[in-house]
């Protein structure tokens, strides 16, 4: 299952219910997480001391002598180290090669997330020159078993997200203003939201106010491991980061709605783009999928009659961004089933068998409407043309399939704005962006500098340590976030997601 993880080990894998790394330091009364864990700066401020931060938290002096000590990596014949095929002998570490990136900022949270989401803000679209960033998002922690009642729902505040200082900026011949401030120091702020149990997913929804002067009403559905689902209404959590001094009592803490529809857990969940008042979908390991809707006067209802058709968990659930009544459901049963919500059968419309493995994650094109995306626990994942899912006999065959992962894929998602740009994470501690408009007899496409079996529509691969959610950010084009063992934001140079002028 692309969320699930097992019982802990004598590795370093973050296990469900293993052991944890100690929480971080914090401050409860003020409940501020602080400053950023920014592993590219020169120096760390605290407010103690500044210290010399490397790449890996020592000094790069000391890291790089070691590093030289130690010999070579074990990389491809023509130097590249590649993850998940090569291996770091002891006293070696990974650095990122900076000169690919233009923001790069790293942040660990007291307990690992495996799910978050992006919350649109009202600071305007296409500000992908405004630097320093800003952004806000929702993220449901893991922590050890033993200690579950640390787990909260939390509403953060990222700023001051400086783009990478190359050399020659100071001379930069574009003379742009915009540049002013790019230093500034990066900050998170975030308000906790007390859980007694690890999320599984975490979804954002927003409903419009009527008052343009008001911010929209933010609810998040929390997917948790109790089989619960909790509704909350984040909106004041929201606004306190844009007015000090407020406080947030304990009945705005409390969930808005609690769905106890399913007697398992789950990890699916989706709200629907198409109904701003509020429609959830959420699935679990009984293989049961229950709509729940908001009503007129702000209460929730949950419709108690199952979506039945799964033999095995639904792992994940995606509404049509097209056909408000028609949603899709990916199973380790191997198959993703269309689903159309006024059938009174509860019983899905097409089923379709896309791998012999759990599918763990889907992804349906918002411009690019008859085209979904999965992604399976062989590490393998497909972009499929839903025009050919017409059911019967016959068993359809993805538009592309890439087996370049070698670890199960945890997430996926299409570019918002770019219907050939694709995200996806794993868990071979990647992160890759790929573009599917590159042809495969295209020669010069073919040149992937002497490193054997690189897709040539592998564009961008980022090390994500176990890797389990990735998405865009809607308002900051290519700026992706991804949670693992830690938060990464990072935005690659222009080339990167811009070569062909999209």
């Excluded at 790449?55 to 590249?80: F, I, L, Y």
């Excluded at 906790?192 to 929804?205: F, G, Q, V, Y």
């Excluded at 009592?249 to 399913?262: D, E, F, G, L």
Aim: hydrophobic share 30%; with cysteine; proline share 6%.
């Amino acid at each position: 299952m692309s969320k699930r993880i097992a019982e802990a080990s004598e590795g370093d894998t973050p296990l469900k219910g293993g052991d944890r790394p100690e929480p971080m330091d914090m401050d409860i009364d003020d409940k501020e997480m602080g400053d950023f864990e920014d592993e590219f700066e020169d120096e760390f401020e605290s407010e103690d001391e500044i210290f010399e931060a490397g790449v890996d938290g020592r000094p790069d002096a000391e890291r790089e002598a070691e590093e030289r000590a130690a010999g070579a990596m074990d990389v491809d014949s023509n130097g590249t180290f590649i993850v998940g095929r090569n291996k770091l002998e002891q006293g070696q570490h990974l650095a990122p090669d900076l000169g690919t990136y233009e923001m790069l900022h790293n942040l660990s949270t007291p307990w690992p997330c495996l799910s978050f989401d992006i919350v649109r803000d009202g600071l305007g679209d296409k500000r992908e020159k405004a630097y320093p960033a800003t952004m806000y998002t929702v993220a449901g922690t893991q922590a050890d078993s033993s200690r579950a009642k640390e787990n909260q729902l939390m509403v953060m505040k990222f700023s001051g997200l400086s783009r990478q200082q190359k050399e020659g900026d100071e001379s930069d011949s574009d003379g742009d203003d915009d540049d002013d401030g790019e230093e500034a120091d990066p900050i998170l702020e975030h308000k906790a939201i007390p859980l007694t149990s690890t999320t599984n997913r975490i979804r954002a929804h927003q409903i419009p106010s009527s008052d343009p002067s008001k911010p929209p009403t933010t609810f998040t559905a929390t997917m948790t491991e109790s089989a619960q689902v909790f509704i909350h209404d984040v909106t004041p959590h929201l606004a306190s980061f844009d007015n000090p001094g407020t406080i947030i009592t304990p009945q705005q803490n409390k969930p808005v709605s609690t769905i106890r529809a399913h007697k398992s857990e789950g990890y699916a969940l989706d709200w629907s783009p198409l109904v701003p008042g509020g429609k959830l979908l959420t699935g679990d390991n009984d293989g049961l999928i229950y709509a729940t809707t908001r009503t007129d006067g702000g209460g929730w209802v949950t419709d108690t009659r199952a979506f039945q058709g799964h033999t095995n968990s639904v792992e994940d659930i995606q509404w049509s961004p097209q056909e408000a009544s028609v949603f899709a459901s990916a199973s380790s049963d191997g198959t993703v089933r269309v689903w159309d919500v006024r059938s009174k059968s509860r019983k899905p419309a097409i089923t379709v068998k896309v791998s012999s493995t759990d599918v763990n994650v889907l992804s349906w094109s918002r411009l690019t409407t008859h085209l979904l995306a999965t992604g399976a626990d062989d590490g393998v994942w497909g972009v499929w043309d839903l025009r050919q899912w017409k059911g019967g006999a016959d068993k359809p065959s993805p538009i592309a399939s890439f087996a370049y992962h070698k670890d199960q894929i945890t997430s996926v998602e299409w570019h918002p704005t770019d219907d050939s740009m694709v995200a996806v994470a794993a868990g071979d501690h990647k992160v890759t962006l790929w573009d599917l408009s590159v042809e495969l007899d295209d020669e010069e496409s073919k040149d992937t500098a002497g490193v054997k079996d690189m897709p040539p529509q592998l564009l961008f691969e980022h090390y994500s340590e176990h890797a389990k959610e990735v998405h865009w950010h809607p308002q900051i084009p290519g700026t992706i976030v991804a949670t693992g063992q830690e938060f990464s934001i990072f935005r690659p140079i222009p080339v990167v997601y811009g070569i062909h002028g999209k």
